[in-house]
């Protein structure tokens, strides 16, 4: 009997509501995020009509949160995905191939590991200007050296066995080689690492939106809900509280998921293949 | 003397090791030091010797996938290294490799179609010709057509095993370079893998160079034997002259740990190497009197003597 895993029933629940959240916005509500405002029902507290409350323009944050919701998935599974590909080719191609191009890599991983990815993302989102196309490069770029070294040490350990060696022998070229004998073989901790790196770009989305850089306002991210609520911390605290949590839930979420993963995918864990 | 398949000549491969920062005191590990070797058609070839001596980099050499410091290798007389030779995918068609640890040697993300699917695709089979000619060469390694839908860890050892050699044969290689074949293998099922071998070799006229030092199989399988010693050759002849005289003290020694079920019935009776004359003054090695060799001392001039017809024998210098 394999234990029970909380972390990925837990993560992988969260994970779900999120991703409904996202995907049925439109037949969660029926309102829309940017253009229903209503002043006369400004800064309500959550009630039977406004299940969230309101804010300061009479927005349904229900509503705002739903529709966040899809800004921070995109944001986070695309450029996370823009990271694994990076990250992949690098550390791969690295490890396999050695030599001056193994040490360059090696070099620009250790710096991206020393300069702070949000410092360097703010720098990103400075040059570009504001909007989703710019946060998807900025976060993109900035956040593949964990993927690249998981690849490269995958790589190192797999190189030598004989199925790589056969390929080799076999005719396969490098990029086959890469393709199909090594890529295969690592994806257990390569989507270990890209879970917990969606968590930590809708992190660095709300955070960047947060101070002006992402989505401006008054599209519904909700970095950018955080920065409108500051002001209306003391009358209307749940505009603020509602996609704090929504933060929260997916980062934990991920996380979690990401943990539960790796337990699943340890062999040491299994008992029976 | 015709051309020989393969022909080696003074191969040497040599690693750096240790050396500071700055590149001083870089030495060179000479894993394989001045080694010429040539297998016959339709020959077994045994390199023997312990772990370390050089003759997996030897047979990493032949395959490519090591590239030697300095020597040649030719295949029917025309060399297969350096620049202006064969691709990859040229050189597969000449030797292929059958791997020691079976469970290691075979992807375990791939099935068994697809592990011999994508060699022969990649190399202009068509995808019905490729589905007959696995059918057919799963059949003569002793596996079932249906076994190409599995995946490796659905296999025992044994039948693994025979996947590397499928594997090894699909391209239709004229050399198979035999990486300890059945030494990570269960004794049961030994025999059937190394017989397997000898009727391949006789079926498809191929042609073994076998790693191994395990000598029970290397005298029941191979022709021609090669002895190794810290990346050199210091005995090199026909089987029987190898077994029946070994002349090389570091032979003697190997031959000597064959466990022989006589011994323990007539423990008065020496061991058939005590027959033996003894070895001539000056060898290279010699246990009794010499500490061992330095492996990285640059190689000693070629010095093997004939003592018999195709039997050679290292000698110092």
């Known amino acids: 009997m394999r234990r029970f895993n909380l972390n990925l029933w837990l993560g992988g629940v969260l994970t779900l509501l999120v991703i409904t959240g996202a995907v049925f916005a439109g037949y969660l509500t029926s309102l829309d995020p940017v253009f229903d405002a209503n002043l006369m029902h400004a800064e309500e507290a959550p009630n039977g009509q406004f299940w969230f409350g309101t804010d300061e323009q009479g927005r349904d944050v229900y509503t705002r949160v739903l529709y966040g919701a899809q800004i921070s998935l995109t944001v986070g599974i695309v450029s996370q995905i823009i990271n694994s590909i990076i990250g992949l080719s690098l550390g791969i191609s690295a490890a396999y191939w050695g030599g001056w191009w193994d040490d360059f890599v090696n070099g620009l991983t250790n710096v991206m590991l020393a300069i702070p990815s949000l410092i360097f993302a703010l720098a990103i989102m400075a040059v570009l200007g504001p909007g989703l196309p710019s946060l998807l490069i900025a976060l993109g770029l900035t956040n593949w050296s964990w993927t690249c070294r998981i690849a490269r040490s995958s790589t190192l350990s797999l190189k030598g066995q004989g199925y790589v060696q056969a390929a080799q022998t076999l005719g396969y070229s490098d990029i086959r080689i890469m393709a199909t004998q090594l890529l295969p073989n690592m994806v257990g901790p390569i989507l270990v690492i890209s879970t917990l790196g969606i968590g930590s770009a809708v992190l660095a989305e709300a955070a960047l939106s947060f101070l002006g850089l992402g989505i401006r306002p008054p599209f519904p991210s909700w970095g950018s809900m955080l920065t409108g609520a500051r002001e209306l911390i003391v009358v209307a605290p749940w505009a603020a509280v509602f996609p704090g949590l929504a933060i929260f839930i997916t980062v934990l979420g991920f996380n979690l998921l990401g943990d539960g993963l790796r337990d699943y995918l340890d062999p040491h864990m299994r008992t029976r293949q | ?317």
């Open chain 2, 1 to 317: 003397m015709t051309v020989p398949l393969l022909e080696i000549r003074d191969l040497h491969v040599q690693f750096p090791v240790g050396g500071s920062l700055l590149g001083h005191n870089k030495r060179l590990l000479r894993a394989v030091n001045g080694v010429n070797l040539s297998l016959a058609q339709g020959e077994c070839l045994s390199i023997v010797g312990e772990s370390g001596c050089g003759k997996s980099t030897t047979a990493l050499a032949v395959m490519g996938l090591q590239a030697p410091t300095s020597g040649d290798i030719l295949v029917d007389g025309k060399t297969i290294i350096g620049d202006a030779t064969l691709s990859r995918m040229d050189r597969a068609r000449i030797a292929q490799m059958v791997f020691q640890d079976p469970y290691a040697s075979l992807n375990p993300r791939q099935t068994v179609h697809q592990s011999l699917s994508a060699p022969l695709r990649l190399h202009g089979a068509s995808k019905s010709e490729a589905n007959d000619r696995i059918a057919d060469i799963l059949k003569k390694v002793g596996l079932l057509p249906e076994h190409a839908a599995r995946y490796a860890h659905e296999f025992s050892g044994g039948q693994r095993q025979r996947i590397g050699i499928a594997r090894a044969l699909i391209l239709d290689p004229r050399i198979l370079m035999l990486d300890e074949p059945v030494s990570a293998l269960d004794v049961s099922v030994r025999a059937q893998i190394i017989n397997l071998l000898l009727d391949l070799q006789e079926d498809l006229s191929l042609s073994f160079v076998m790693i191994s030092h395990d000598l029970g199989v290397v005298e029941h399988m191979s022709d021609r034997v090669a002895v190794m010693y810290f990346g050199q050759i210091v005995e090199v002849g026909r089987w029987d002259a190898i077994f029946a005289n070994p002349t090389h003290p570091y032979t003697r020694k190997l031959i000597a740990t064959i466990p022989d079920p006589d011994t323990i019935l007539h423990p008065h009776r020496n061991r058939a190497t005590a027959a033996a004359p003894p070895p001539p003054a000056g060898f290279y090695f010699h246990p009794e009197t010499t500490d061992r060799p330095d492996v990285y001392a640059a190689a000693t001039p070629s010095d093997l003597i004939e003592v018999a017809p195709d039997h050679f024998v290292r000698c110092a210098t």
